[in-house]
């Protein structure tokens, strides 16, 4: 069965400070991959999405990156955190184009910037 | 505009009850899928049912169902029988078109379930 790895599970970061996100999925091949980030209170929104291998899209302009290097590892980036980038952030991945799938979501990290 | 909408910031059931959360939907193409997510306080976002722009029966998984009136454009979850366990956020989210990668999300209704 398919499964989705995040770490770190919590993050105090200081302002100014570089950010380096994890997520890998098991269980399945070239799956696209998603990072959200959900403010309290809030609902998700989509940061970066990748269909394959070095393939990032990005829905919102900021200070974070994202990085395919494996089939099945996506990561978040930053070099250097602003106050406004606190929250929880998740990895997600999917099948393909299958309009019917879902998403399935990894853990999430809590990530407090000082 | 918003794209879906979850009116209800918050609600309370009983255990044993049925609770209906609402979420409609804005969207012009034809074809789309509506998800429901539940995330509980650990945080993590749990896949519930699915239902398809031209699906024409309501979707069931287990205790969840999903009332669609396309006509009012809404897609509320129906969970029958709470348990405790059923107390979390509730997420409606949305995807536009056949080969579209986003999933759209409401702004989520707390359900707590009251013994």
């Known amino acids: 069965s398919q499964t989705i790895h995040q770490w770190p599970a919590t993050l105090v970061q200081p302002v100014g400070s570089p950010l380096s996100l994890e997520c890998t999925v098991e269980?399945?091949?070239?799956?696209?991959l998603y990072w959200y980030r959900q403010a309290a209170g809030r609902g998700l929104q989509l940061l970066f999405y990748s269909v394959g291998i070095g393939q990032i899209s990005s829905e919102v302009p900021q200070n974070l990156s994202a990085s395919r290097p494996q089939d099945r590892q996506f990561i978040l980036s930053s070099k250097k955190l602003l106050l406004s980038d606190s929250g929880f952030y998740l990895c997600?991945?999917?099948?393909?184009?299958?309009?019917?799938?879902?998403?399935?979501f990894g853990d999430g990290t809590r990530l407090s910037i000082l | 505009a918003q794209k879906i909408t979850q009116t209800q910031p918050g609600m309370f059931v009983q255990e044993k009850e049925a609770v209906t959360l609402d979420c409609t939907y804005d969207t012009s193409d034809p074809s789309y899928g509506l998800f429901w997510y539940k995330q509980p306080s650990s945080g993590e976002m749990i896949f519930l049912i699915y239902?398809?722009?031209?699906?024409?029966q309501n979707a069931t998984e287990g205790r969840y169902s999903l009332n669609f009136q396309k006509a009012r454009k809404s897609a509320n979850l129906v969970i029958s029988a709470s348990q405790l366990g059923d107390s979390a956020m509730y997420f409606c989210?949305?995807?536009?078109?056949?080969?579209?990668?986003?999933?759209?999300f409401g702004s989520g209704t707390r359900l707590l379930v009251r013994p």
């Open positions: 269980g399945t091949s070239n799956p696209n």
């Open positions: 997600a991945w999917s099948v393909g184009l299958i309009s019917n799938q879902p998403q399935h």
């Open positions: 239902q398809g722009s031209y699906d024409q």
């Open positions: 989210a949305m995807r536009e078109g056949r080969s579209s990668y986003k999933l759209i």
